[in-house]
């Protein structure tokens, strides 16, 4: 039993592999690049970060592609930040396809509506602490509605199905911040950057058992 981070050359691994471990109790954590390795997890967590095109370029090349659609298919699977758009249908961010796991599109913030409330311009990447208004879920278990988690991305996703939305979050505009289906939950924040509620998202995917 172990839970694999799956390395394509393109996360924070060490992050995320010490914030689970911190959580898992006995249950191990593995970085792999390997498909076998994936496949053997009883879970599976997939990061990211940088740009759309090379993270699944690097995917792509590293024999990972299948190895993730198969982990998305079947057993308790996490994507954080890229690791949450690569799952959607296409991104503008190089124009280039996902794994179409979701329907939906990935769209840089729109430039014409980055004004905060009081009129200032609101930067772009999004990058810092902001609120989470969650839809039931039970990764969201022990966290309250609003509670903050750590972003950094330019882009965001558009799902097709409104029932897929299980956090927002407004930066300029409302965006989905996190889905859910079945045995899927993936955010654009870093739960391993977000303190105590980013630990207790972890904690409860460790014991996540998704019905069916």
């Keep these: 039993m172990s839970i694999a981070v799956i390395d394509y050359g393109m996360g924070n691994l060490r992050s995320v592999c010490q914030a689970l471990a911190h959580v898992a109790g006995d249950t191990p954590v593995v970085v792999t690049s390997d498909p076998e390795r994936v496949a053997a997890a009883e879970r599976v967590v997939f990061p990211g970060q940088g740009a759309m095109p090379d993270c699944m370029a690097e995917l792509e090349a590293r024999g990972l592609r299948q190895a993730v659609l198969d982990a998305a298919a079947r057993k ?7 690791g949450l758009q690569m799952l959607f249908e296409h991104s503008e961010e190089g124009d ?44 969201w278990a022990g966290i309250g509605d609003g509670a903050r988690f750590y972003f950094v991305h330019s882009y965001c996703v558009h799902p097709e199905d409104p029932s897929l939305v299980t956090g927002t979050c407004e930066y300029g505009v409302p965006f989905t911040c996190a889905v859910g289906r079945a045995n899927i939950f993936a955010v654009q924040f870093h739960p391993e950057k977000s303190a105590r509620d980013g630990l207790q998202l972890l904690k409860n995917f460790v014991s996540w058992q998704p019905a069916g």
């Design 96 to 139: 280039v396809p996902g794994l179409g796991i979701f329907p939906g599109q990935v769209r840089r913030f729109p430039a014409a509506r980055m004004v905060a409330a009081d009129g200032s311009r609101l930067k772009v990447p999004h990058m810092g602490w902001n609120q989470v208004w969650q839809k039931p879920h039970p990764l």
């Design 76 to 82: 308790p699977f996490l994507g954080i930040c890229i």
